[in-house]
């Protein structure tokens, strides 16, 4: 909650707005009234009403308080923590710790209900090769066994599993999603796309649900000490609008939070146009044009390259991915609430499937006489520079995957696309064309890094040190536009968050590093010193 009393936060202000320039952009105090910024300046300009409260930000740096554009907080929550064996790659390196953290799950201690394992990434777990469910049958029994992809666009189940999902041969396929198939048709332990690895998790993840408020405060509150003070979920329900508006009213919501219901084909949206407020609002939908590149089924022009790692996670040679829906069913989808104003954001990484999202949203864009749209496109891994000039002229946004290149980068290089690999998610060509672009990290996919964001998009840099030249870096002020004021626009709060200016909510956090002057790494690794939401820090 805001503090009641006026408070006089006197430091060193750091304005990343575009319309700041010269001594305005690097302010010494700000009063902040109810929440709201009421006046920025220097120390001499801003002066403390009686009464007021003082708090000196010290040697630390503060900037707007940083927006995650693109998260999954509600699948975050049930992935991670107690009840999952987490095997992604920055918990465990190898394919032996992987098997050996599945087999320590269903041997040690009381014999399980079933195992739920998230993470599984044999281009980073080098030695991983796909389970059969015959394999996965052998291991687990009778135990209902589900090891989800890291990029949570896949998943490996054994026949119980399948069984207490209500999953057999006969179940149909749901909409842009698959269960992997034989020639017989019997299944083969492999779910594709979200809607499938929900239903094969379902039974799993129930228990975890129960705890959502619990777990969902510990993991917000997490995001929060990362700086972070508004959350995007672009995996959500109706109720998980009722259960971030309980924690509101509670209290107990550690950020602000925007939604992005999932859709598909005969859907409609769950709430009304304008419901919420400034702490908890849907503000559009969510689809997916194709898949991940981790796991073969993006939607590009040209095929995979035929690598050890890309045998590895089961591609054949000359394999090409194609796309969830088609063009068509893309317009289906969106017309079902284009027409009310809801914003769409559209997963799609292949330069197929973005051809195909921007295709739809021009026929859209027409078909409803749109302007501020805002619509999105998602990740945008193969995104070329004509794409994102395209996209700009049709009014549509863009949010940018970059830490893919952080851990992914030599992968994405050496063993998926060669050359074509190098120019993965260029958000230079992005701002470039025009765009107030954002970057994010994608709920568990990668760690909540929004400061390694900047740095990496800057540098182009894998952990590795290698950079990946065939994208163009960003220079600092768009870097840090992308996670404040970019993002605020890009959610539709441009009027609430994002700037450090009078009439906003007085959402700060504040670094041990200059943001401006500091050099790429420094700022990755810079240490968040305070946050706050509605001038209220933590």
């Given at each position: 909650?805001?503090?009641?009393?006026?408070?006089?936060i006197?430091?060193?202000?750091?304005?990343?707005?575009?319309e700041a320039?010269?001594a305005?952009?690097?302010?010494?105090?700000m009063?902040?009234e109810?929440?709201?910024?009421?006046?920025i300046?220097?120390?001499?300009?801003?002066?403390?009403?009686?009464?007021?409260?003082?708090?000196?930000?010290?040697?630390?740096?503060a900037?707007?308080?940083?927006i995650?554009?693109?998260?999954?907080?509600?699948?975050a929550?049930?992935?991670?923590?107690e009840?999952?064996?987490?095997i992604?790659?920055?918990t465990?390196?190898?394919?032996?710790?992987?098997?050996?953290?599945?087999?320590?799950?269903?041997?040690?201690?009381?014999?399980?209900?079933r195992?739920?394992?998230?993470?599984?990434?044999?281009?980073?777990?080098?030695?991983l090769?796909?389970?059969?469910?015959?394999?996965?049958d052998?291991?687990?029994?009778?135990?209902?066994?589900?090891?989800?992809?890291?990029?949570?666009?896949?998943?490996?189940?054994?026949?119980a599993?399948a069984?207490?999902?209500?999953?057999?041969?006969?179940?149909?396929?749901p909409?842009?999603?698959?269960y992997?198939?034989?020639?017989?048709?019997?299944?083969?332990?492999?779910a594709?796309?979200?809607a499938?690895?929900?239903?094969?998790?379902?039974?799993a993840?129930a228990?975890a649900?129960?705890?959502?408020?619990?777990?969902m405060a510990?993991?917000l509150?997490?995001?929060?000490?990362r700086?972070?003070?508004?959350?995007?979920?672009l995996?959500?329900?109706?109720?998980?609008?009722g259960?971030?508006?309980?924690?509101?009213?509670?209290?107990?919501?550690?950020?602000?939070?925007?939604?992005?219901?999932?859709?598909?084909?005969?859907a409609?949206a769950?709430?009304r146009?304008?419901?919420?407020?400034a702490?908890?609002?849907q503000?559009?939908?969510?689809?997916w044009?194709d898949?991940?590149?981790?796991?073969?089924?993006?939607?590009?022009s040209f095929?995979?390259?035929?690598?050890p790692?890309t045998?590895?996670?089961?591609?054949s040679?000359?394999?090409?991915?194609?796309a969830?829906?088609?063009?068509?069913?893309?317009?289906?989808?969106?017309g079902?609430?284009?027409?009310?104003?809801?914003?769409?954001?559209?997963?799609?990484?292949?330069?197929?499937?973005?051809?195909?999202?921007?295709?739809?949203?021009?026929?859209?864009?027409?078909?409803?006489?749109?302007?501020?749209?805002?619509?999105?496109?998602?990740?945008?891994?193969?995104?070329?520079?004509?794409?994102?000039?395209?996209?700009?002229?049709?009014?549509?946004?863009?949010?940018?995957?970059?830490?893919?290149l952080?851990?992914w980068?030599?992968?994405?290089?050496?063993?998926?696309?060669?050359e074509?690999g190098?120019?993965?998610?260029?958000?230079?060509?992005?701002?470039?064309?025009g765009?107030?672009?954002?970057?994010?990290?994608?709920?568990?996919?990668?760690?909540?890094?929004?400061?390694?964001?900047?740095?990496?998009?800057e540098?182009?840099?894998?952990?590795t040190?290698?950079?990946?030249?065939?994208?163009?870096a960003?220079?600092?002020?768009?870097?840090?536009?992308?996670?404040t004021?970019n993002?605020?626009?890009?959610?539709?709060?441009?009027h609430?968050?994002?700037?450090?200016?009078?009439?906003?909510?007085?959402d700060?956090?504040?670094?041990?590093?200059?943001?401006?002057?500091?050099?790429?790494?420094?700022?990755?690794?810079?240490?968040?010193?305070?946050?706050?939401?509605?001038?209220?820090?933590s």
């Amino acid at each position: 909650m805001p503090e009641s009393r006026p408070t006089l936060i006197t430091g060193r202000f750091v304005r990343t707005d575009a319309e700041a320039r010269g001594a305005d952009a690097r302010p010494e105090a700000m009063l902040v009234e109810g929440g709201v910024i009421t006046a920025i300046g220097s120390r001499e300009e801003v002066s403390a009403p009686a009464g007021a409260a003082r708090v000196d930000l010290g040697e630390g740096w503060a900037l707007p308080g940083l927006i995650e554009p693109h998260g999954h907080p509600s699948e975050a929550a049930a992935l991670l923590g107690e009840g999952t064996v987490d095997i992604r790659p920055v918990t465990i390196a190898t394919a032996d710790g992987v098997w050996a953290a599945i087999r320590a799950a269903l041997t040690d201690g009381p014999r399980p209900a079933r195992v739920l394992a998230n993470g599984w990434d044999p281009l980073l777990q080098r030695g991983l090769t796909p389970p059969t469910m015959a394999e996965l049958d052998a291991l687990a029994g009778d135990i209902p066994l589900v090891i989800v992809h890291n990029s949570l666009h896949s998943a490996y189940f054994n026949a119980a599993a399948a069984r207490e999902a209500g999953v057999n041969a006969g179940t149909p396929d749901p909409a842009g999603a698959a269960y992997g198939r034989d020639a017989a048709g019997a299944l083969t332990g492999v779910a594709l796309e979200a809607a499938a690895v929900m239903r094969i998790a379902g039974p799993a993840l129930a228990a975890a649900r129960a705890e959502l408020p619990r777990r969902m405060a510990e993991l917000l509150r997490g995001m929060r000490e990362r700086g972070v003070t508004t959350v995007a979920d672009l995996t959500w329900t109706e109720d998980l609008g009722g259960l971030f508006a309980g924690m509101a009213a509670a209290g107990t919501l550690p950020t602000r939070i925007r939604g992005y219901e999932m859709s598909r084909p005969g859907a409609r949206a769950t709430a009304r146009m304008g419901d919420g407020d400034a702490l908890v609002r849907q503000v559009g939908v969510k689809v997916w044009s194709d898949g991940s590149p981790w796991v073969g089924n993006i939607a590009a022009s040209f095929p995979y390259l035929d690598t050890p790692a890309t045998r590895a996670i089961g591609l054949s040679p000359g394999h090409v991915g194609r796309a969830n829906y088609t063009t068509e069913q893309l317009v289906e989808i969106g017309g079902q609430y284009a027409g009310e104003g809801w914003q769409l954001a559209c997963h799609a990484h292949g330069d197929v499937a973005i051809d195909s999202t921007l295709d739809a949203y021009e026929t859209l864009i027409e078909r409803f006489g749109l302007s501020d749209h805002r619509f999105r496109v998602e990740h945008c891994g193969l995104m070329t520079p004509a794409q994102y000039a395209r996209a700009q002229r049709l009014g549509a946004t863009v949010s940018v995957f970059v830490d893919h290149l952080t851990y992914w980068g030599d992968v994405l290089v050496d063993d998926l696309f060669g050359e074509r690999g190098a120019a993965w998610a260029d958000a230079g060509a992005a701002f470039a064309a025009g765009h107030r672009a954002t970057f994010h990290n994608d709920g568990t996919v990668t760690p909540c890094e929004p400061l390694r964001n900047m740095a990496v998009a800057e540098t182009r840099t894998s952990r590795t040190g290698r950079r990946l030249g065939g994208g163009t870096a960003v220079s600092r002020a768009d870097a840090l536009r992308a996670h404040t004021a970019n993002a605020a626009w890009q959610l539709r709060s441009e009027h609430e968050i994002g700037a450090l200016r009078p009439g906003l909510r007085a959402d700060l956090v504040v670094i041990d590093a200059d943001p401006l002057t500091a050099d790429a790494e420094s700022l990755a690794t810079a240490t968040v010193l305070a946050t706050a939401v509605d001038g209220a820090f933590s």
